[in-house]
């Protein structure tokens, strides 16, 4: 990320749920993560634009935060800054568009990756959409492994098997989850998530933004 003779920079910071942002998960730690870099490279931060409540889903130009980050950025002649690619956008084509300037958007600048040319930020979003590909293929055999398997067994012994094995199952699902809200993800995106990796809850549902919510609230 080299220096620049303008060094105005417009910090764009998105979050999944606004329960997320008012509870400051996720939008702290972007912040501080770019405002690091900022300082390291000499950046001048002259606005801060949070979107909560929407999903990486949601193409960036039709985000009202992010079109008033393009408009600030505009106005200077400045950059737009997000902590990490997701945080702009999870499609890939999307988010390699921007990059590549085929948008009409300012200079994007990933906080993550400060130092890494256009062709390393490319690569890690294609892997990292290969790694989702991935992960849902190995997810929809594994369900439909667990729907030919059939029932549990009956009698007392075959429910406390079946009762430790969802305790167990609950307890990992929220380890992962934990996990995944520390890096700025949303409840929704993370339930999606779970759901991706073979969680379920201890009833064997799928994880939703509410159940998930709710567990971790508990």
């Known amino acids: 990320m080299a220096r620049q003779k303008n060094n105005s920079v417009v910090i764009y910071l998105r979050v999944s749920t606004e329960e997320q942002g008012k509870s400051g ?13 900022c300082e390291q490279y000499g950046y001048k931060v002259i606005e801060i ?10 193409p960036p130009l039709a985000r ?18 997000v902590a990490k690619l997701d945080r702009l956008s999870r499609n890939l084509h999307q988010a390699t568009g921007f990059l590549d300037g085929v948008y009409d958007c300012p200079e994007i600048l990933i906080a993550e990756n400060p130092s890494a040319s256009m062709l390393e930020l490319r ?6 959409q290969e790694e989702r590909d991935m992960i849902a293929a190995r997810t929809k055999a594994a369900l439909q492994a667990r729907k030919t398997r059939g029932a549990e067994p009956n009698g007392t012994a ?14 990992q699902a929220i380890a992962r989850a934990q996990e995944l809200l520390s890096t700025g993800l949303g409840f929704t995106e993370v339930a999606e998530t779970l759901n991706i990796e073979g969680f379920t809850t201890s ?4 994880w ?11």
């Open 123 to 128: 690569l890690k979003a294609l892997i990292s």
């Open 158 to 171: 075959g429910r406390a098997a079946a009762t430790a094995k969802a305790r167990n199952t609950t307890e």
């Open 208 to 218: 939703t933004k509410q159940s998930l919510y709710k567990r971790m609230s508990a």
């Open 203 to 206: 009833r064997g549902s799928a």
């Open 64 to 81: 009202p935060q992010f079109q008033l980050a393009v408009g600030a950025a505009k106005k200077v002649g400045g950059r737009i800054m």
């Open 49 to 58: 634009y949070s979107e909560l409540g929407v999903s990486g889903k949601v």
């Open 25 to 37: 998960l996720g939008i702290e730690a972007q912040l501080q993560l770019c405002k690091s870099v």
